[in-house]
């Protein structure tokens, strides 16, 4: 670390001393519990209500992060932004790091059980307390800027990680990527797994529009890696690299994943690099041969960065990141085994870009029958998921626990239309519990949808 980024630091965190209202003591205004509340339910949040918190500039993040002292300044970072894949994605890059030796902030969103998910270092969460804190000492400055919940908690991971200075972070976009609270960072590296068809209302109802605004997270001189090269973006990101004066790498026109078998939580892969065998037997923490593409992306990553020296590993790490990339990276909610008798399965894919290999991977299992237990949100384009879901499957409907769930009638109508069976639950768990007393032990059982459907049973 330059002293340069040591004396930043430092006087950030004399600032945040010296901005701390007069009138606050020790003692906590409130718990962590009642914290979460006030995040939650005080503030505006996509998770919960959807359009209404989408905020249409950086204008707030901005605002606050000059009030912070700008700790998004005060560490190196890896931006990355996709329709899918940039959670998984981001999950690698970080355990391959932090395999490597460094101290490596992971901020990701949105999170499953436990708020702390979204930010984390070295596979830890922030401390509750440090949660408190910070909603504490600046509730003053959030009432004079008015930020949105995923605001803030961006907000909360750059100060984290600056305070606990971090060799590097790696940032997952939230929504889009021009406009996402995010894209404040000057980073090291951005990475732009792939474009489907998802949250059409905010970033465009073509492929074009759609990278165009992933697009926005490209910066001046700074290498950029493109996971999947689609006929539609490839011009779209190519375009704005030159304007950027950014390096652009196409990941799966250099690296090619081949998977070689599974066990039933993981995939072993062969690498080849430019068409020559590059790595053999390369195990990775999760079975998912649609995650070839993810891969790719990371190990492109990964050499782009080694190549400038911004960043080096070695092979073990390498391996030993992929191989421990649950336990590393607390990695949760993608093809995530819950039980084995009867194999049971959840999958956070969501939309058409993600449902679709995750569908065709369940084909490859062998089960008498398949069960799946369904819900989604109330925007999503179902024209565009449900033909997806295979017929010949038993389902149970379910709408997620927030304010944007979809509910479980409505759902099944829908569904009935495109020829799938099954009935509707109050709940998730009653969904899953019904699932279960029908399955029997020869039988999969598959819990997807949503991210806020897995949240539930994860």
Not at 53 to 81: C, T
Not at 119 to 146: L, M
Not at 339 to 357: F, Q, V, W, Y
Request: include cysteine; glycine fraction near 6%; charged fraction near 25%.
């Amino acid at each position: 670390m330059t002293c340069f980024r040591k004396l930043a630091i430092y006087l950030s965190k004399v600032l945040v001393v010296y901005s701390k209202p007069a009138d606050m003591t020790d003692t906590p205004k409130r718990t962590y519990e009642e914290t979460l509340t006030y995040l939650f339910y005080q503030l505006p949040m996509f998770q919960r209500i959807g359009p209404a918190a989408f905020k249409k500039d950086l204008g707030n993040i901005l605002a606050l992060s000059e009030d912070l002292g700008n700790p998004h300044q005060q560490f190196r970072s890896i931006h990355l932004a996709g329709t899918n894949g940039k959670g998984s994605s981001a999950h690698m890059l970080a355990a391959v790091l932090q395999a490597a030796g460094y101290k490596v902030g992971l901020y990701t969103s949105p999170h499953y059980r436990d708020f702390r998910e979204r930010i984390k270092i070295n596979g830890e969460f922030i401390s509750e307390s440090k949660v408190v804190e910070f909603v504490d000492r600046h509730e003053e400055v959030f009432k004079k800027i008015q930020p949105s919940f995923f605001e803030i908690t961006v907000a909360m991971a750059f100060v984290h990680f600056a305070e606990e200075e971090v060799d590097v972070a790696v940032v997952e976009t939230g929504l889009g990527g021009r406009l996402d609270s995010t894209n404040i960072l000057q980073p090291e590296l951005s990475i732009i797994t792939n474009i489907s068809f998802d949250h059409q209302q905010f970033l465009g109802d073509t492929l074009e529009k759609i990278a165009g605004e992933k697009a926005g997270i490209i910066k001046e001189n700074t290498p950029v890696v493109i996971g999947e090269t689609q006929a539609q973006t490839k011009v779209v990101f190519e375009e704005k690299a030159a304007k950027c004066s950014a390096l652009i790498y196409f990941a799966d026109q250099e690296i090619q994943a081949k998977p070689l078998r599974n066990t039933i939580s993981s995939t072993c892969y062969e690498i080849h690099r430019r068409g020559k065998l590059w790595i053999e037997e390369l195990e990775v923490d999760v079975r998912a041969n649609y995650q070839s593409l993810n891969l790719q992306t990371v190990l492109q990553s990964l050499l782009v960065l080694q190549e400038a020296k911004i960043l080096t590993w070695e092979e073990a790490a390498l391996r030993k990141g992929l191989k421990e990339l649950r336990n590393l990276s607390r990695f949760i909610g993608r093809w995530q085994i819950l039980d084995r008798a009867p194999l049971t399965i959840a999958d956070s894919a969501h939309n058409e870009g993600g449902l679709k290999p995750s569908l065709e991977q369940l084909k490859a299992i062998p089960f008498a029958q398949l069960h799946i237990v369904f819900g989604t949100v109330r925007d999503k384009d179902l024209a565009k998921v449900l033909p997806l879901l295979p017929k010949s499957a038993s389902y149970y409907f379910a709408k997620a626990d927030v304010p944007r769930g979809m509910p479980a009638e409505q759902l099944k109508v829908a569904a009935q239309k495109e020829g799938l069976a099954g009935k509707a639950y109050a709940s998730v768990a009653s969904a899953l519990a019904a699932a279960k007393e029908a399955a029997a032990a020869e039988d999969v059982i598959f819990i997807g949808g949503s991210i806020f459907v897995v949240a539930e049973v994860v």
